[in-house]
């Protein structure tokens, strides 16, 4: 479960996230959409503790990010926007990397490592150095790095961004999963058929704002019949 309260965040004199209020249940999806700029990595990067709120507080399974960090991240599992990784490592090293960070033991962490290069279909380029890796790679393997300690919820900013159609496939597959078993998924996107389809909940912001925010029910019932014209309603002015 995430629970942001009157989270706020400025870059300087640029308000990036207006007093914002969300809440994230277990067992649902929830997508993040909205205009380039909007507020929506900022919001992330405020929930995984990587960036500190001007005010505001932010629990994550009832835990303060920004009081109990370590503990927090404990169970988030982070896919930034841009699959910037150690280009000089091999695959299969960074993901050991960050297994060691979270103190993955071993027996667990090969057996999560190949299940998910299987998923993903990258068992045969771990031994490769990251730096010779497509966009599409490199989003894979964070991918697998990020879930290599098993966290309970997701915070995902563009996934699918590079995925071919198998992975992206793959990956929403698990996130419906992930959340069938009781857990958080929070995802930002453009692709507003994705959201349409896999979420149970879906928020846009808007020059730092959450303009709407529900169920696509919900959604359909106060505003417009698609996500993409209520996406062209709230973005309007
Ligand atoms: N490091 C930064 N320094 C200054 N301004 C930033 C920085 N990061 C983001 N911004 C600004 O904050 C706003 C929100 O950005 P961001 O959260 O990245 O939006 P989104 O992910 O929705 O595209 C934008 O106006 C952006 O220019
Ligand atoms: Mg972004």
């Known amino acids: 479960m995430i629970e942001i309260r009157e989270a706020r965040k400025q870059y300087g004199d640029q308000v990036a996230v207006q007093t914002l209020n969300l809440q994230v249940n277990d067992g649902e999806i929830f997508g993040f959409i909205g205009p380039n700029g909007a507020g929506k990595t900022t919001t992330i990067k405020m929930t995984v503790g990587m960036l500190r709120p001007d005010a505001g507080s932010i629990r994550v399974n009832g835990i303060d990010v920004w009081q109990e960090p370590l503990l927090a ?17 091999t695959g299969l090293q960074f993901i050991r990397f960050v297994a060691d960070a979270y103190r993955v033991p071993l027996a667990l962490r090969r057996q999560r490592t190949e299940e998910l ?89 808007h020059r730092g704002q959450l303009v709407a925010c529900g169920s696509l029910d919900q959604l359909r019932t106060e505003r417009s019949e698609t996500l993409e014209s209520i996406f062209m309603e709230v973005t309007e002015q």
């Not at 497509?134 to 697998?144: D, P």
């Not at 997701?154 to 959340?179: C, F, I, Q």
Request: negative net charge; glycine residues 6%.
């Open 117 to 205: 290069s299987a998923a993903f279909a990258m068992q045969d380029a771990l031994g490769d150095l990251i730096e010779s890796y497509s966009h599409g790679m490199r989003q894979k393997i964070v991918l697998i790095a990020a879930l290599v300690h098993a966290p309970r919820v997701w915070m995902l900013d563009e996934p699918l961004v590079g995925l071919d159609p198998k992975a992206s496939l793959v990956l929403k597959t698990m996130m419906r999963e992930h959340a069938n078993q009781g857990n958080t998924v929070f995802f930002s996107t453009h692709i507003l058929e994705v959201a349409e389809r896999l979420c149970d909940r879906v928020g846009i912001i």
């Open 73 to 89: 991240k404990q169970c988030i599992g982070y896919v930034p926007d841009n699959p910037d990784v150690y280009e000089k490592l």
